[in-house]
């Protein structure tokens, strides 16, 4: 199986399957993503998740922020499986959800734990991290705000953020309160799309 022209071995191929299988039963009853987007789950979802671990194939201690449906916490974790080191701290305040990334990280036997807390509360039960991600959460002045405790005036933590075809806009912003260094992957999966790596990350005002 291959995911972005990736291979991906048989073990976190059936990993990721029975998560699909996982994710489909509980979003007959709970709003894990936009209803529009269930059929296609693969690419619109597991795919696209897949690309932060690309990017940064390292078994680091990671921190996942709005976790929602697993996306890209649980996928995350699931590679790092394969890997037999690193973690994902899954943090996700609603407790149905949370529920559901419980039963996914035990059922696929991935590296990850979770945190029900609001991101704000979520620096003092997990310590320290060397990356965090976050996907459809908030604009790129909102997830720095929430990385901060993690990420400022510390070199060596980074932050992996998926965003859209506004994502310059969101830059533009975010420069206006933060001095940081910054990669643009493109994406493999939306064309318009980008994951934005940051360092180095120091507050202006």
């Known amino acids: 199986m291959e995911l972005n022209g990736l291979r991906v071995s048989r073990e976190t191929q059936e990993r990721l399957q029975h998560f699909a299988a996982l994710f489909q039963k ?7 993503v936009a209803p529009s987007t269930l059929d296609d789950l693969w690419n619109r979802h ?10 940064h194939p390292k078994p680091i201690t990671w921190v996942d922020l709005g976790s929602g449906g697993g996306f890209p916490g ?19 305040s609603n407790h149905k959800k949370a529920a559901f990334l419980r039963t996914a990280l035990r059922e696929t036997n991935a590296r990850g734990s979770v945190h029900s807390t609001r991101i704000e509360d979520a620096q003092g039960e997990i310590g320290e991290c ?12 909102g997830l720095l705000e929430y990385s901060a405790p993690w990420m400022l005036d510390k070199n060596d933590c980074r932050g ?16 206006g309160r933060w001095e940081f260094d910054l990669l643009e992957h493109r994406s493999a999966v939306e064309h318009e799309s980008v994951i934005l790596e ?3 990350l120091r507050r202006l005002v």
């Open 74 to 92: 649980v996928i995350t974790a699931i590679f790092l499986t394969e890997l037999q080191d690193g973690w994902v701290h899954l943090v996700e």
């Open 198 to 200: 940051v360092s180095n």
């Open 26 to 32: 509980w979003a007959k009853t709970i709003n894990l």
């Open 46 to 55: 597991i795919a696209d998740s897949s690309q932060v671990f690309q990017i």
């Open 160 to 175: 992996f953020f998926h965003k859209g075809r506004d994502y310059m806009r969101e830059i533009d912003k975010a420069r």
């Open 130 to 141: 060397k990356a965090i991600s976050a996907r459809a959460l908030a604009d790129l002045d």
